[in-house]
Structure formats: structure tokens, C-alpha cells
């Protein structure tokens, strides 16, 4: 059910005051929902953020603040609503770059890069 429901939205908010890994922002950047987080942790790591003056289209995968207060919050969802409303074609490209990154985020990846770090390892000692 929290697939399907991250699945139909069009922004995902995670609000995390901690978050070192986070699934929840790759499983909406996988579905074309557009996060919108706290850059914190994985969050930061894994959420590019969104340039709209980059060519052609823009840039990013989503919205990012850094401070966790209300203020912060508030002015980028208010920018994430603003290019929703306003600015369609630029949001639906933002959700393209979000999908068309999965290759890179899936498991086949994470793993290789995990053996080379222990291979390394093992001949260091």
C-alpha cells in the first residue's frame, strides 16, 4: 500500500530531522514522484538538486533545505508547487530525470561497488 500510495503522488515530502540511508525518496524518484527533503544523510546523497536554468530542461531530481525550520520548508515547497503549477513541462522533465536514474540506484550496482571496496580491503592488510 505505501508503494502505491508514493507511486500516485506527484511530490514525496520527507521532512527527516536524521535519515542516513533513506528508501522512501529512491522508491519516488524510481516512480516518478518528486521528492522534496531535508538534505540530511542519504536524503542529500541521493536527491539532486533541482536547477531550473540548467539547459535544456533543467537539473536535479528534486527539492532540497537545509535548514530544519518551517521558513526552509515552507520557501521549498512553495518552489516545488510554483514549478507544478506554473511551470508543468519543467516538473514533468524533473520526474523523467528521477525515473531515468533507477539504473543507477539498483541493487546489481550497489553490490559491485560493495566487492570492490572488500577486495581493495583485502589487499591492504
Do not use: I
Amino acid at each position: 500500500m505505501a508503494h502505491r500510495a508514493t507511486a500516485a503522488g506527484d511530490v514525496l515530502l520527507m521532512p527527516s530531522r536524521f535519515e542516513p540511508c533513506g528508501l522512501n525518496q529512491l522508491y519516488a524518484l524510481n516512480y516518478g514522484t518528486v521528492p522534496l527533503v531535508h538534505a540530511v544523510g542519504g536524503l542529500r546523497d541521493t536527491v539532486a538538486p533541482y536547477d531550473p536554468f540548467a539547459e535544456p530542461d533543467g537539473a536535479g531530481t528534486g527539492w532540497l533545505f537545509d535548514r530544519a525550520d518551517g521558513g526552509a520548508l515552507r520557501d521549498a515547497a512553495s518552489h516545488a508547487l510554483r514549478t507544478y503549477r506554473d511551470f508543468r513541462e519543467s516538473f514533468d522533465a524533473l520526474a523523467r530525470r528521477g525515473m531515468e536514474g533507477a539504473p543507477e540506484r539498483d541493487w546489481g550496482a550497489a553490490a559491485e561497488a560493495y566487492e570492490n571496496v572488500l577486495t581493495e580491503a583485502k589487499y591492504v592488510w
